[in-house]
């Protein structure tokens, strides 16, 4: 028998091997100087004998190898591969119905590939995947490859997409984007051994969009992403629909005054020396003094979230803390509705409960224009308070990266979510445009609103319009064109109604109004008391100086036009062309689906296709055409090599989970002690149960679980046999005629 490549060859052999019950291998080959094939020996997959690599005699490694002697030689003669001999007798037994599991007969295809490449970017677990894969094929027997066959194509896969994946990956990827897109920024702080120590970068989109959204952000940094234990450092700002969004990302080795002071000047140079108008961050002292000293102009607030939840630690302990002395502290932060009102609150609060010298209350008061309302009213926040934005951007990195991600991984896992972020802004922006809220009065102000705000701020406007029927507006005075209202409102608090009274100055001239409650001035939402005193005075076209650009939906952003830059999901060639080829196929498909005409067509048409392209080789590409997928570090900045940074230990973010009890943490570690098929001896050497079970093509087993030992089955079968008397014919090889004999393969055990 002859075949015109070492390919047909294998090919051949394998499917025989299959319909048979065996695997085969390469058992030795050689070849010419100019690398074409001499003589080649494929064997059984189970010849040869069994090495033991490992040093521990007592847990020897389980072997296969059983020396079978099945095998076929070949050799390279007048332009054709010829077979010499073969041996076709196997010393254990054959189950063609599970020669599926041999490594031979496992293969994942590209489109497997395709679609495991596709739902692994997506998050899309392992085992949900393969699980899909099992549905479409009908049942596992039907898959030439199992679970752990695609879990180590993604190992791979990610490998080869990652690189890499630390300092070295990050820069590239970096010089790559601004390659693609001249707005891309980065900077990268380095020490003096090349060490990676700092980073920074923003897209194009996020700076533009900076021009309209980036008077108020917030700085968190207490999330750790990454393997080197770097906090993410966040610049989160909130868009026209509320939401938030970032304006920037770094991510850093320490938390002193030099690091933050790096980052945010590398912000303001991203954004063109313009800085916000106001930050909120948390506590932290380096962070306080590092935006003094670049931002010195800005408003600095600390979130008070954080501020309130100290509470129970720092004044726990205190006999009165439930007795009047927290409500007291409270009422002091939320019910003051002036400086003075709020000086004198604090003051007869230490003074009742004899707090002169607690050290916290103390440095709170002294930084007390950080974080108390009343010296925070007259300064827009966009709706925040606190560092609830950054917060909740951290919980949305959790879906893409974890505590192992590597620099370049958490760079890609980035871009996800930032897409994720831009789909979202894209939705709401069409929902806004093509659904329209009902108003819930007759005033004509709420229609205004209705026409110009986005969606969810128009539900903003409408809560305040409700709450505008609520509420009873006094004439206190009148001097000349500016009237002075007390506006008695009832505000729920937990489960009890607290009443307050706001004091609304009204200009009849201007029609300018400001409340004391100063929701315009902080959020950019008329409150309920200045609407009702504008429906007391019969306004009727709200004046231009309320309606925020901020929120309107009817203003043409330019930053909208921008695309991000987006690294390539899967820069292969390969991946490429064949997303081109499918998305062709399935309008395909799609069409000849039709009727029956239609599909035999198209399927008689893909399989002469098909065997064309599979004879065909591939012209060689020019480098040229492909160089624009990998953009070397160098063509964009300084080419020197950037060493990955040293694992830190940071502060990092609280457990999200509770804490254990001692006995809970006792009862997991007592089970891991115990393994199943292990004892203890006296001496202290752990000894494998010798157990008895069934091996994969159905035979006895006996030996440890370590090393196991097949005992032949006692009765034979007949199998159909490859003699040299039916090899050299020159015959096209068919399965069912060529491979027919009597010899012995073994018993088969199905």
């Known amino acids: ?39 080649i020996t494929l064997g059984c997959a189970r010849g040869g004998k069994a090495r033991n690599r490992t040093t521990n005699v007592a847990r020897p490694r389980p072997t296969s190898k059983t020396g079978c002697n099945a095998r076929i030689n070949a050799s390279f003669s007048e332009g054709v591969l010829k077979l010499l001999t073969v041996h076709n007798t196997h010393n254990h037994g054959l189950s063609p119905q599970k020669s599926r599991f041999f490594c031979c007969n496992r293969e994942v295809s590209l489109s497997v590939k395709r679609m495991l490449d596709t739902n692994d970017q997506a998050d899309i677990r392992m085992n949900k995947s393969f699980d899909a894969l099992v549905q479409e094929a009908s049942g596992f027997e039907n898959l030439p490859f199992n679970e752990k066959d695609c879990r180590n194509y993604i190992d791979k896969a990610r490998h080869l997409r990652l690189g890499k994946g630390g300092a070295g990956a990050l820069h590239d990827y970096f010089a790559r984007m601004q390659f693609k897109n001249n707005g891309f920024f980065s900077l990268m702080d380095v020490d003096d051994e090349g060490r990676l120590k700092n980073v920074f970068w923003a897209d194009s989109r996020s700076r533009a969009s900076y021009k309209y959204f980036g008077d108020v952000v917030t700085f968190d940094t207490t999330y750790l992403t990454n393997r080197y234990g770097m906090p993410f450092a966040p610049f989160v700002g909130v868009n026209h629909h509320g939401q938030s969004f970032l304006l920037g990302a770094g991510l850093i080795s320490n938390k002193d005054i030099e ?58 302990s205190h006999g009165a803390y439930k007795d009047g002395l927290k409500s007291q502290l409270l009422k002091c932060v939320y019910d003051s509705q002036t400086i003075e009102e709020f000086e004198s609150c604090w003051e007869v609060m230490i003074t009742t409960y004899n707090l002169q010298e607690n050290a916290w209350l103390q440095s709170l008061y002294t930084e007390r224009t950080y974080w108390a309302p009343i010296f925070l009213k007259e300064i827009f926040w966009a709706g925040m308070s606190t560092t609830q934005r950054s917060e909740s951007m951290n919980a949305f990195f959790d879906g893409y990266v974890h505590a192992r991600t590597n620099l370049k991984e958490f760079v890609d896992q980035f871009d996800n979510a930032l897409r994720k972020k831009i789909e979202n802004e894209n939705a709401a922006d069409f929902h806004s445009f093509n659904v329209t809220i009902p108003v819930v009065s007759i005033s004509p102000l709420e229609k205004i609103f209705q026409a110009t705000y986005t969606n969810s701020k128009f539900r903003e406007v409408q809560k305040e319009v409700v709450g505008m029927l609520g509420v009873l507006p006094t ?7 500016i009237a002075t209202y007390y506006v008695e409102d009832e505000i729920e ?15 009849e001239a201007e029609v300018d109004v400001k409340c004391s409650c100063s929701l315009f001035e902080m959020r950019g939402i008329l409150c309920r008391h200045a609407l009702a005193i504008m429906r007391v005075n019969k306004v009727k076209k709200m004046p231009e100086k309320y309606i925020l650009d901020r929120w309107r939906k009817d203003i043409k ?50 399989h002469a296709m098909n065997i064309i392209y599979r004879t065909k080789k591939s012209p060689q590409r020019p480098l040229e055409h492909v160089a624009d997928t990998a953009v070397d570090a160098s063509t964009v900045g300084s080419s020197k090599k950037v060493l990955s940074p040293l694992v830190v230990r940071g502060k990092g973010r609280p457990p999200c989970l509770r804490k254990k009890s001692m006995i809970e943490r006792v009862k997991p570690t007592a089970k891991k002690t115990t393994q199943k098929g292990k004892r203890k001896q006296p001496h202290g050497r752990d000894i494998d149960r010798v157990d008895t079970c069934r091996n994969l093509f159905g035979q006895t087993v006996v030996g440890t679980q370590e090393s196991v030992v097949i005992q032949p089955a006692q009765n034979t079968t007949e199998l159909l046999d490859l003699s040299e008397t039916q090899l050299g014919d020159g015959r096209q090889p068919d399965l069912n ?3 027919d004999g009597t010899q012995d393969r073994g018993p088969v055990q199905d």
């Not at 932290?284 to 501020?307: G, V, Y």
């Not at 608090?493 to 100055?505: G, H, L, R």
């Not at 390969?574 to 067509?601: G, P």
Request: with cysteine.
């Open 1 to 39: 028998m002859m075949f015109k490549s070492e390919e047909e060859l294998i090919a051949y052999y394998k499917s025989y091997g299959k319909q048979c019950g065996f695997g085969i291998i390469t058992q030795r080959s050689h070849r010419f100087e100019d690398g074409g094939l001499r003589y």
């Open 259 to 316: 690091t933050f002071a790096w980052l945010f000047q590398s912000w303001l140079n991203c954004m063109d020396g313009e800085a916000p108008k106001a930050i909120i961050t948390n506590q932290d002292r380096a962070m306080k003094n590092a935006i003094a000293l670049i931002f010195p102009k800005i408003r600095h607030r600390f979130c008070l979230w954080h501020i309130l939840k100290k509470l129970p630690e720092k004044l726990g």
């Open 475 to 481: 004439l206190h005075q009148k001097d000349g064109v």
């Open 493 to 507: 608090v937990d489960d009890f109604i607290k009443e307050v009274t706001q004091t609304v100055y009204f200009n």
């Open 557 to 606: 952003r330019t930053y909208t036009l921008i695309r991000s830059s987006y690294d390539s999901v899967d820069a292969r060639p390969e991946v490429s062309r064949y997303s081109r080829i499918l998305k062709v196929c399935y309008d395909v498909a799609t069409n000849a689906a039709s009727c029956d005409e239609h599909a035999d067509d198209m399927i008689e048409k893909l």
């Open 737 to 739: 005629k060529e491979l």
